[in-house]
């Protein structure tokens, strides 16, 4: 098959690059670029977007599915208070398997519609319920990695674990999706550390070890959170390093929502881990929880991605969330001089080719990547003729001001994902 279109994609954070013409996909991946069709490759299918500019599609390491229709609501509180007036009464409501089962199909339209293809989500503390979504994604031809969360203390009672039941639905949820599941991947995911016994923990690091997952969680958030953990660990020098007592640091495994407030000692071990760290700047905006210095964490060696963290924030559509990044690190260079605001290009590599290396090879258009885009249309009818854009222009008003009618389509490894995969 040839896609048809102007090309725009990011190799590198440094490079932007973009190509018009036919794409050549093979077997769901990308297989060159021509300026025409080579003979030998004639009858093969073409999709025509004409003028249209078409994007790797979004990944998103850091968003809470239950979350979603809790969006926009209760950012009059902070972390801890926020958790415990708004989104703990939501998660429970996913006790109840048909309310989760619609509920969660109303987030995976949503997220379809904005772009996203690919993403590492947490579920609630409910085995079936997060069966339900995994099921949901495996069908929808979406990929991406969910896991169950555990949360066994400091937790109201109505959304709180015992130990064992919690580690012995984890492991069989990691075993069915093992078993049953094609395009979903179980992640570990242990809630945060104050939700977390150690006894938890530990179980869940072993779990992570002998299946060898990949772990999810949050980090280094909000200030009353880590004087939390502080109190609950006075004997561990970091936050960090609590997860990485209990072997939640996995190499190159290891998801960690906004570290926001890292000592150096912390970025040390992070950069050794290589641990992905998400950026989720509105999310940190709307908790009122700090700025991550993402430019002088890229300039360490950290490896941060942009990502939502529905519904800390307030909507899933990736593309707002690379303009809050820029708009943000724009304000925090007023008072860092010498940290560089993040580039529109820089943003869209961290949503794309960056956090793409979790699913292989994805987030870009170079050969052999697995060919995930977006078709963009932002051109106005009335105007035809007599107004255009330019490629990059047109990326630009997308991403602070597309949204999904600007989307004309939308592809996951290859495959055309259209409205009709809700009706499978
Ligand atoms: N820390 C622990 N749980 C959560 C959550 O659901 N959202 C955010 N933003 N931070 C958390
Ligand atoms: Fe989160």
């Known amino acids: 098959m040839f896609i048809k279109g102007t090309f725009l994609y990011t190799p590198s ?33 073409v999709r025509d977007y004409g003028d249209a500019v078409i994007i790797p599609a979004f990944n998103d390491l850091h968003i809470h599915a239950p979350q979603y229709i ?27 398997i048909e309310f989760a089962a619609k509920a969660y199909q109303i987030f995976l339209r949503r997220l379809w519609a904005c772009g996203t293809m690919r993403f590492s989500a947490f579920a609630t503390m409910h085995a079936p319920g997060t069966w339900e979504l995994m099921r949901q994604v495996e069908r929808s031809g979406m ?4 896991g169950k969360v555990n949360m066994d203390r400091n937790s109201p009672e109505y959304l709180c674990e015992e130990t064992e039941r919690s580690l012995a639905e984890t492991e069989e949820l990691i075993c069915r999706s093992e078993e049953e599941l094609k ?22 690091g072993e779990l992570a070890e002998k299946y060898d997952l990949p772990v999810q969680s949050h980090l280094s958030e909000n200030k009353s959170e880590i004087a939390f953990v502080k109190e609950l660990h006075p004997d561990i020098p970091t936050y960090t390093e609590v997860y990485n007592a209990f072997g939640l640091l996995r190499k190159e495994k290891t998801i960690m929502a906004h570290a926001i407030h890292l000592s ?14 998400c950026h989720c700047a509105q ?20 490896d941060c991605v942009i990502a939502s963290d529905v519904a800390g924030s307030h909507t899933p559509a990736m593309n707002r ?3 809050m990044c820029i708009e943000v690190s724009k304000l925090h260079a007023l008072n860092h001089p010498q940290e560089r605001p993040l580039q529109l290009a820089e943003a869209l590599y961290l949503a794309t080719k960056k956090p793409g290396r979790f699913f292989g090879k994805v987030g870009s258009f170079e050969k052999g990547y697995e060919f995930d885009a977006l078709v963009i249309d932002m051109a106005e009818p009335e105007l035809s003729g007599t107004f255009s854009r330019t490629p990059f222009e ?27 995969i809700w009706e499978k």
């Open 283 to 302: 999310s940190n905006a709307d908790l009122s929880s700090g700025v991550m210095p993402v430019r002088r964490n890229l300039e360490f060696g950290l």
């Open 394 to 420: 047109t990326l630009e008003q997308f991403i602070y001001d597309g949204d999904d009618r600007n989307i004309k389509a939308r592809y996951c490894a290859g495959e055309l994902l259209d409205e009709e």
């Open 321 to 323: 969330h690379l303009a």
């Open 143 to 146: 990929r991406a990695y969910i």
């Open 70 to 96: 809790n969006r926009g609501v209760g950012f009059d509180r902070e972390l801890m208070p926020w958790l415990e007036t708004y989104t703990f009464p939501v998660e429970a409501k996913y006790r109840d």
């Open 13 to 45: 954070i440094t490079e932007l690059t973009v190509e018009q013409g036919y794409l050549h996909i093979k077997e769901g991946k990308t297989d060159g670029f021509y300026e025409e069709i080579p003979q030998a490759l004639t009858g093969e299918e």
């Open 264 to 277: 150096d000692r912390e970025k040390e071990l992070l950069k050794e881990k290589q641990a992905t760290l």
């Open 183 to 204: 395009h979903v991947k179980y992640i570990i995911t242990p809630r945060f550390v104050p939700a977390t016994s150690e006894k938890l923990m530990a179980g869940l």
